[in-house]
């Protein structure tokens, strides 16, 4: 079955919806999310948006803290541009519906968090996600130009390939035609033609067995782009978020938000020594991943499971009125955050590398733009500044919508594109043979590609991913579709890509420690 669509845009998230709410002005739009529309990471988020509101924080500033967190790796013409667009995307949210704090005297209350020089973060309570997603999804779904397919799966996307043409990564002109789409339901398959296709699909974080991203973030569309031979770069750089809730057996962690270390809370091992004084002097409001790598390490010299982070001793009214979510959560496991510690691990939290996006979101595939956490843009580099991600995805998807919309009206619909053929395939007959492919790719991604690194983990983890690589391309070859069958092999692909671009990089720097090379090549002057 085909279904045509201007623009086809995959994922509900903020970049997703912020598009479509956009490109809704200039054309049809279907957007696609493969669970019920709100189950993404900006559901989640917590600490909130970074963006210069006012004095003393300037732009300067802002650029500055960005560039030091990243590590040398960052690109300041990108970092400069979209942070001095910020404060006009959040004001547009704003009229969205978007609610942030205030203080008494009426002004924003901005948050700090690691790594940040000023007090920038906007944010709502500690559910700041929640806020956004839900402003975005009553527009979207009040408006007549937008086409909503929750609980539909993408699976790959169209090409010159799928009419029988070689397509390779350094074929010019590559061209994205829209995308099979997987109807969860009925188990049919949909050819969506488009005129311009925005994969804006979020992360990965289930690459590995800690995860503060809901299930939802398997690296779908940097695989669909990768297969699709688009490219994709910085991979190695993955970010664990420092304190996400001790809580074994709960998937996805629950986020500790780093604004709780920014009112004052502090991290202690379990003897209840401030110990990140030993590792950096800014303590525990080092960038994350110096905080994250002392926790591995402390953790890792003293043989425990988890470290504290200790707000006893801030004021107990205000700790449960700016963080009501976590006091809620964590008082249902038994924590009071006014009375006991809470023990945290780091998790596997955000992708800073993927899909490479010039300054529109165009992707180098003709016609197909990446959005949000999917893509690489250049502001992150080596690292992400805290609250820096839902700026960005705002920021891209304003100017992805602008850029699309005039080059929209160029193309057609590309209709011979066959239909999915199903033929040889039938079900699965044992879904272990999935499900235990997935546990060991996240063990393998978690204990040789995590935190800290080396040349034999990197080397073991690419031998042991290669054969369940193999197996799964073959059960997938002789199995009709199914979510975890998709995902299974998307994973594998991004942790393949993880990998290598990880032992391509002979030095530690930023997010990529290794046991190897324990220091940068050039140190980054500022
Ligand atoms: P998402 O919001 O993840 O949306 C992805 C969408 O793609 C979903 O709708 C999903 O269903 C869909 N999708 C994926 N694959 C497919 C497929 N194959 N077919 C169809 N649909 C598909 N950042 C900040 O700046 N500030 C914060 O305070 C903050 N806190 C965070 C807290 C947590 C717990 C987490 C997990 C992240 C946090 N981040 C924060 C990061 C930030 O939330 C994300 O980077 C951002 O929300 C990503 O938005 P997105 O639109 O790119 O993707
Ligand atoms: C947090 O609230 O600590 C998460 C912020 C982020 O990931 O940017």
Known sequence: MKKKTDFLVIGSGVAGLSFALKA??????????????????????????????????????????????????????????????????????ISWG??????????????????HSENRILHYKDITGQEIENALISLVRSDPNIEIYDNYFAIDLLTQHH?????????????????????MKSG??????????????????????????????????????????????NMEFVQFHPTSLYNPGERPSFLITEALRGFGAVLRNIDGEKFMNRYDSRGSLASRDIVA?????????????????????????????????????????????????????????????????DRNGRSSINRLYAIGEVAYTGLHGANRLASNSLMEAVVFAHRAAM????????????????????????????MVLITQNYKETQQIMSNYVGI???????????KRLEIIYQETEELYKKSTLSRKLCELRNLINVGYLVIKMAQSLHESRGLHYTLDYPKKKRTTEF
């Open 293 to 357: 790598r002392a926790i591995d390490s402390e953790m890792k010299l003293r043989g425990d499971d988890f470290v504290y982070l200790d707000g006893t001793h801030l004021d107990s009214d205000e700790l449960k009125e700016h963080f009501p979510n976590i006091y809620k959560k964590c008082l249902k496991e038994g924590i009071d955050i006014t009375k006991d510690k809470i023990p945290v691990v780091p998790a596997a939290h955000y992708l800073c590398g993927g899909v490479k996006a």
């Open 163 to 183: 009419l029988g043409n070689l397509v390779t990564r350094s074929s010019f002109g590559t061209e994205c035609y829209g995308a099979y789409v997987l109807n």
């Open 98 to 115: 978007v609610d942030f704090d205030h203080k008494k005297d009426g002004s924003y209350d901005l948050a700090k968090e690691g790594g």
């Open 452 to 462: 800290v690194r080396s040349d034999l983990r990197l080397e073991r983890a690419l």
């Open 188 to 233: 049919g398959v949909i050819t969506f033609l488009s005129k311009i296709t925005v994969v804006a699909t979020g992360g990965m974080g289930n690459l590995y067995n800690t995860t503060t991203n809901p299930l939802v973030a398997t690296g779908d569309g940097l695989a669909m782009i990768y297969r699709a031979k688009g490219i994709i770069d």
């Open 24 to 93: 809704a002005k200039h054309g049809t739009v279907t957007v696609l999310s493969k669970n019920d529309l709100e189950e993404t990471n900006t559901k989640y988020a917590q600490g909130g948006v970074a963006a210069v509101m006012s004095p003393p924080d300037s732009f300067e500033k802002h650029i500055r803290d960005t560039i030091i967190v990243g590590d040398g790796l960052c690109d300041e013409e990108i970092v400069e541009m979209v942070i001095r667009e910020a404060p006009e995307r959040i004001k547009e949210l």
């Open 403 to 430: 850029d699309s919309s005039e080059q929209m009206k160029k193309f057609t619909f590309k209709k011979e594109i066959p239909d999915w053929n199903f033929e040889g395939t039938k079900h699965p007959e044992e």
